[in-house]
């Protein structure tokens, strides 16, 4: 049996969508382990060549793949017949080779910001090979003194290595539901199930879990050669393993006692102890084993059957977490019901997205024209918001004045002739909290996005000062990815957040939940504190025309946070959008 394609899940369409990004990412992944490994120039390049063609592609993987990657600039036959092996096993070749060279500890030296191939090579040679002893050597002194790094560079490291490590045994959402997806294919006909925190959408995942209905034998001939280190629990329904390194847990029982294991596996701590409570007040007992009286197993096929004997409502997996359990239970049950939440499907615009104009890889043309391709069911169709950096993002090959002039001229002629679009700018915020662009020319902009990129260094005070002053201008449409955080890799920047998030309720600026998987910002638990204060927006951040269906993920980070359409304003139609904004100018 092969390994499924890579894909990306979405558990509230239940759609598996092929994506380009992941056979990209074994490109670029291998052409850095060959930097680590400090041979193979020209291939490192071949490498990096083929990733950068494959981001700019106008197609559907499906289509790249039934002509076997042929006709595609810097993808030569060797790299494209190893990409087809990719689609149909989920196995990249040469990434696989270049991994097991590699000491598992200089490989998690990815994980912290600022080091790159050369410099974890730099590292490796000097007998740095993880990310404890990159800490270890931060602290005593050793990093500051080794060529290309420095008091200042083994500070920062130093950070950078202790926050890596808190978060080295968990994933991006993203890779984890392709995981889960990948051994939910495996267990076809077993009733597979996502499970844990995964089916709760928590933005990093500890472990992929899932649940079946078989027995122990009936998994492990199933995994068995296809995950790592797969063995049955003694004394337990549970099956464990690894995939990529990931820890999976997969619960198995029969069908009349499906419905405690899936209760009891997926929910949060705080609510599978609630549950045992429950059930111990009614002389009852649960577990993973079923819902007991006695000896005598009571028959709950599904979670609601479970409930009922509970007596409980039944909350939609996104509710069951500790944060949501804490709120109490009156608070806990005026958040929207599942059937009310945000889904996909109600979205109608792809808002903050990049272009060939800066650091994108397609043109305004075709990433318009990818949005309403995709659609989502919205009546009304897609429509797209640019959203380039301004010249202050010089790093992004940003815009200056001159070159936004050219892009608005440009982006009025497509909307004349048909495309679905808004004419939008991702606006740096500057140090002292001003814009980057002169009032007259963000006025012309159908929308504004306002971000920080730069000075994260600087106090709570100032910081907290900057962004207020920023989501404070009457031409902000939207604050983008508010914290600056990067999931595994960067926490977020000091500052007064609850201040800010103030300060755009007063203003009526739109809070952004940036939807790329390696942000997710704002954190869906501040958006639960504010849901009833704000206006949001599902923002792709999308720099290629994959990245467009990342929106997945931050509809996820929404639903934990119990946001309906209402609360989003990527729902709006074109028109209506454009109304919203100029409504919001004109009450400031």
Request: glycine residues 10%; negative net charge; contains cysteine.
């Amino acid at each position: 049996m092969t390994k499924p394609a890579p894909q990306h899940f979405d558990p509230e369409t239940g759609e598996v969508m092929g994506h380009l990004k992941a056979l990209v990412s074994a490109l670029k992944r291998s052409a850095d382990l060959l930097d680590v490994l400090g041979a193979e120039e020209f291939r490192a390049n071949a490498f990096r060549s083929a990733a950068r063609s494959l981001e700019g592609q106008d197609e559907p993987l499906e289509t790249l793949a039934a002509r076997e990657f042929r006709r595609i600039p810097k993808v030569g036959p060797s790299i494209a017949a190893e990409l087809m092996t990719y689609v149909q096993t989920g196995v990249f070749g040469p990434l696989a080779e270049l991994e097991a060279q590699l000491p598992p500890g200089v490989l998690s030296l990815f994980r912290v910001r600022g080091l790159g191939p050369k410099k974890i090579r730099a590292l490796w040679e000097a007998g740095i090979d993880s990310l404890q002893t990159l800490w270890e050597a931060a602290q005593d002194g050793r990093l500051s003194k080794l060529k290309g790094f420095g008091a200042k560079s083994a500070a920062t490291l130093s950070d950078a290595a202790e926050f890596a490590l808190a978060s080295q045994s968990r994933e991006f959402l993203n890779t984890a539901l392709r995981l889960g997806t990948q051994v939910a294919t495996l267990l076809d006909g077993l009733e597979p199930r996502l499970s844990g925190e995964l089916r709760r959408s928590l933005d990093t995942i500890g472990t992929v879990r899932l649940t079946a209905t078989a027995t122990a034998p009936q998994l492990l001939e199933r995994l068995e050669g296809r995950l790592d280190e797969v063995q049955s629990v003694e004394g337990k329904p549970l099956l464990t393993g690894r995939l990529e390194g990931l820890p999976v847990e997969i619960g198995h029982a029969t069908a009349e006692a499906r419905g405690a294991l899936d209760l009891t596996f997926g929910g949060g701590p705080l609510y599978r102890q609630a549950a045992r409570a429950r059930a111990q007040e009614l002389g009852l007992s649960l577990s993973g084993r079923g819902l007991k009286r006695g000896a005598t197993l009571l028959e709950t096929p599904a979670e609601s059957d479970v409930l009922r004997e509970l007596g409980w409502p039944e909350l939609p997996p996104e509710y069951r977490e500790d944060e949501h359990w804490t709120l109490g239970g009156a608070a806990l049950a005026a958040l929207p019901p599942a059937e009310a939440l945000l889904r996909v499907q109600d979205l109608r615009a792809l808002l903050h997205t990049h272009s060939t104009w800066s650091d994108g890889t397609a043109s305004i043309e075709a990433m318009a024209r990818e949005a309403e391709r995709l659609d989502f069911g919205a009546d009304g169709g897609c429509y797209l918001g640019t959203g380039d950096h301004s010249g202050a993002a010089h790093y992004a090959n940003g815009l200056d004045a001159g070159r936004l002039r050219q892009q608005l001229r440009e982006v009025r002629e497509l909307q004349a002739a048909g495309v679905p679009l808004v004419a939008g700018a991702e606006v740096d915020i500057l140090e002292d909290g001003s814009l980057d662009y002169p009032d007259e020319l963000l006025a012309q902009l159908d929308y504004v996005v306002v971000s920080v990129h730069s000075h994260f260094t600087l106090s709570s005070e100032r910081q907290t000062e900057r962004l207020i002053r920023a989501v404070s201008h009457p031409l902000t449409t939207i604050l983008g990815h508010p914290t600056g955080r990067l999931l595994l890799r960067r926490p977020s920047y000091p500052l007064d957040l609850e201040a800010v998030l103030e300060a755009c309720a007063a203003t009526g600026t739109v809070v952004e939940i940036n939807a790329s998987p390696y942000r997710l910002d704002l954190d869906w638990r501040a958006a639960l504190r504010w849901r009833d204060r704000l206006k949001f927006a599902i923002n792709t951040d999308a720099h290629t025309l994959g990245g467009l269906t990342d929106v997945q993920y931050g509809v996820m980070a929404a639903r934990k946070a119990g946001l309906v359409p209402e609360q989003v304003i990527n729902t709006l139609k074109r028109e209506a959008f454009l109304d919203f904004v100029r409504t919001q100018r004109q009450q400031r």
